[in-house]
């Protein structure tokens, strides 16, 4: 046996650097994969195509549509979304299982269909649309449509990390401070927001991209007025993709800082505990 087993043994040996550059020659393809689009968006740019569209009358009225319509869906989402995450996160709800699943629902479904659900929701047929129009509002190809879509396509999104970054904040230290005399809204404010802060940006953040690039539903019930993904969209079908591609990286560099900031913050208050 003595034999057989000198032979063996190297190669043995061998098999977890072999497995590991093996990984990490994996990791380096889907990393680059993932980047090749951004880096083929960039690199079918053109300068000059870039001053055109923007120099278009109207061209950056959907930015301002956007910004606008995203920052109101983040504070609804703010407002509404993070007394359910910490409910979520303390078990202070009946049937915790159930609520947990009515926000993947939204999650799972295809955005194309959360729009048309959406529809039969506060559509102006709807008790909520006819509501609405009483007070002169509209859920049908109006702002406040856009702000609809946007909510529900990324509530689940901030709800769930949220209540992630709610559920990791230590138990102990929040008992701790309510022992030393501390009333429940100050030990929130003073030790279970701070501990949470990280995962909450993180939420807020991946909430703010997926807001912001929402497509699906706001091209069934808010085709008008025009936000970024519409007017790639309208720029794509009418002008081509050369046309479209400036108002794409416009997108991109919106969407992206935030989210890539909050990451490396949440990364290095990590590291700092």
Do not use: K
């Not at 947990?100 to 659900?117: D, K, T």
């Not at 008992?175 to 802060?197: E, Q, Y």
């Not at 936000?227 to 416009?250: D, H, R, V, Y």
Request: with cysteine; aromatic share 8%; charged share 10%.
């Amino acid at each position: 046996m003595a034999g057989p087993e000198g032979p063996i043994r190297p190669r043995i040996r061998g098999l977890p650097r072999l497995s590991a550059a093996l990984a990490l020659a994996g990791a380096a393809v889907v990393w680059l994969a993932l980047l090749a689009p951004l880096g083929a968006l960039v690199a079918h740019l053109s300068p000059d195509g870039v001053r055109q569209a923007f120099a278009t009358p109207g061209a950056l009225q959907p930015l301002r549509v956007s910004l606008a319509a995203s920052a109101l869906a983040l504070c609804v989402l703010v407002v509404c979304g993070t007394p359910l995450s910490w409910l979520l996160a303390r078990d202070r709800l009946p049937l915790p299982r159930l609520w947990e699943a009515g926000l993947l629902v939204p999650l799972m479904l295809p955005p194309l269909v959360v729009g048309l659900l959406l529809v039969f929701l506060v559509g102006p047929l709807t008790p909520l649309g006819q509501l609405l129009s009483r007070v002169q509002l509209s859920a049908s190809n109006t702002f406040l449509a856009l702000v609809i879509a946007e909510v529900y396509e990324a509530a689940p999104y901030y709800v769930l990390g949220a209540a992630a970054a709610f559920a990791a904040v230590d138990r102990d230290l929040e008992h701790a401070a309510g022992l030393l005399g501390r009333p429940p809204a100050a030990v929130f404010g003073r030790v279970t927001l701070p501990l949470a802060a990280p995962g909450l940006a993180s939420a807020l953040a991946t909430a703010w991209a997926r807001a912001m690039g929402a497509f699906g539903a706001v091209i069934i019930i808010a085709y008008h007025p025009y936000g970024l993904p519409m007017q790639i969209w309208t720029t794509l079908e009418e002008m081509g993709l050369p046309a479209a591609l400036p108002f794409a990286m416009l997108l991109v560099v919106l969407s992206l800082p935030f989210p890539l900031l909050v990451y490396g913050w949440s990364a290095h208050a990590r590291m700092q505990r």
